[in-house]
């Protein structure tokens, strides 16, 4: 399950919330740049022109005025807050000191007063944190000596809001509230309002509502959103306008469709009971007229012991075989209940092979001995054994009755053990099957061969014998030539296993 994200109105709020918080820090430092530059120019200003003064006054310094020490002890007591306010020779001797430590080592401001007898301004200290500025000026004292008079002042702080942080954060937090009422009223009513009406209309037509149309008074990409949308919901309806008068149709086409299958259905029956009659009435009516024949010949007291013995034997032969016949037809139609057994397929091919082999059938029929498989050897199915037997016979004489007239007529049988199933084969170079005869093969009374040689019942109880273990019974024709069929049935433990 993805994970919920946060409302549109949240991601928005905090999108122009952090880049308005960036603008406002930015312009706040920018406009505190500015003002501090603004301050240091000031400062300036007032160094030099304090620096030119009392640089005047000292130069002007007589017997009768007041004395260097009380001008610069005048200055000191101004409430200037001097950092520095002395005067030196060159040799870097103090003449007066008002405030500050002369330096020990001439430097860049002492150089150009005492020996270049220019005025020299410079600021010191970082951006950040504690500056002052500071003028070095010449100065001509009594008796002709030329020394150098040293202002500094500390630059301080625009004093709007105090501090520089206590500025930056009244600017930003008003500057953020004004934008942040601004912002909101204006993104309620023209982004938030309008995408919470396409969302709740959006859900409606989710609900099935097809056809409900939305109004928005939005911009020119919600409305277009919201046309499109009216677009699909009117096309939903029309969908499932159409698409009931299908189901309709179909509902219709069903019934008749129904109609037809249950009427294929008692169709296909009576003809499947056509067949069964027919074919019941083809198996049975030629013993039947032999009998007949029999009994004729018996009425008419021919007067031969041994012959009517023979007839005897005869109608009685006929009317074992029309037994027969309809009691392969009760044992199809009325299987009844049959106990399995595990059958082990080598020893069970093994008999089969006995069985067959030397059949007046396989006289003029070869055999072949194919080795089976080992898995498959091992392996055993649930079913009756004497039923698999003889069906397993049943296949290998019906091939052997195949290719019997023609030269080099050749059966293979053998098993194989596949996907959990063994598959057990009868292949034979014959004709093969017919069309019909892959069609019809599995259905009671269905049979290729002569009248008389076989009922038809052969297959089709094989094939309800084999799909009652959960087996099947199918019919191909090789590539090769020739017929193959193939009885699958389940595969149970190997019996080396």
């Known amino acids: 399950m993805p994970p919920r994200r946060p409302s549109l109105w949240v991601e928005i709020a905090l999108a122009l919330g952090l880049i308005t918080l960036t603008t406002?820090?930015?312009n706040a430092g920018v406009f505190w740049l500015i003002m501090k530059q603004a301050e240091e120019h000031r400062r300036t200003a007032l160094a030099e022109a304090l620096a030119s003064g009392i640089g005047a006054q000292l130069t002007g310094a007589g017997t009768e005025g007041p004395r260097p020490a009380e001008i610069l002890a005048g200055y000191r007591?101004?409430?200037?807050?001097?950092?520095?306010?002395?005067?030196?020779?060159?040799?870097?001797?103090?003449?007066h000191v008002a405030e500050g430590v002369p330096p020990d080592q001439l430097d860049v401001g002492l150089r150009a007063a005492l020996y270049g007898r220019e005025r020299h301004t410079r600021v010191e200290g970082a951006i950040w944190g504690l500056r002052a500025v500071e003028v070095t000026a010449p100065v001509v004292l009594r008796g002709g000596r030329t020394s150098a008079l040293r202002v500094r002042l500390p630059l301080a702080s625009p004093t709007a809001f105090g501090s520089p942080s206590t500025f930056v954060l009244a600017y930003t937090a008003s500057t953020g509230f004004a934008i942040a009422a601004f912002g909101f009223s204006l993104l309620r009513r023209r982004l938030i309002a309008p995408v919470a009406q396409v969302r709740e209309g959006t859900r409606r037509i989710a609900d099935g509502e097809f056809g409900h149309q939305l109004e928005v008074d939005a911009s020119?990409?919600?409305?277009?959103?919201?046309s499109s949308l009216n677009e699909m919901s009117l096309a939903l309806a029309d969908y499932r306008q159409r698409t009931a008068e299908q189901v309709e149709r179909l509902r219709r086409a069903n019934v008749d469709l129904k109609t037809a299958q249950d009427a294929l259905i008692r169709s296909e029956r009576l003809a499947g009971v056509g067949r069964l009659a027919a074919g019941l009435a083809h198996e049975v009516g030629n013993p039947l007229a032999a009998v007949l024949g029999f009994v004729e010949l018996l009425e008419q007291d021919l007067g031969d012991p041994d012959l009517e013995s023979d007839l005897l034997r005869r109608t009685r032969g006929e009317l074992e075989r029309i037994h027969r016949i309809i009691r392969e037809l009760l044992d199809y139609a009325r299987p009844g209940a049959r106990e399995v057994e595990r059958v082990e397929v080598g020893p069970l091919l093994e008999e089969v092979y006995a069985t067959v082999v030397h059949a007046p059938r396989f006289r003029d029929v070869e055999l072949a001995d194919v080795p089976v498989d080992a898995a498959a050897a091992l392996a055993a199915v649930s079913i009756e054994r004497d039923r698999l037997q003889q069906v397993l016979v049943n296949i290998l004489l019906n091939a052997a009755d195949a290719v019997r007239d023609q030269e080099g007529g050749c059966v293979w049988m053998g098993a194989t053990l596949s996907d959990g199933s063994v598959e057990l084969y009868c292949r034979d170079n014959g004709p093969g099957?017919?069309?019909?005869a892959l069609e019809r093969a599995l259905e009671?009374?269905?049979?290729?061969?002569?009248?008389?040689?076989?009922?038809?019942?052969?297959l089709a109880t094989s094939l309800q014998m084999v799909e009652a273990a959960g087996g099947l019974l199918e019919l191909s024709n090789t590539p090769e030539g020739g017929a193959m069929v193939v009885v699958r049935l389940p595969s149970l433990a190997g019996a080396g296993g």
């Open 24 to 26: 406002i820090v930015l």
């Open 77 to 95: 007591d101004a409430s200037l807050a001097f950092d520095a306010l002395y005067v030196v020779r060159q040799d870097l001797t103090p003449v």
């Open 220 to 226: 020119e990409e919600l409305a277009a959103l919201c």
């Open 433 to 436: 099957f017919t069309p019909v």
């Open 444 to 458: 009671p009374f269905f049979t290729t061969k002569e009248p008389g040689r076989g009922t038809g019942l052969g």
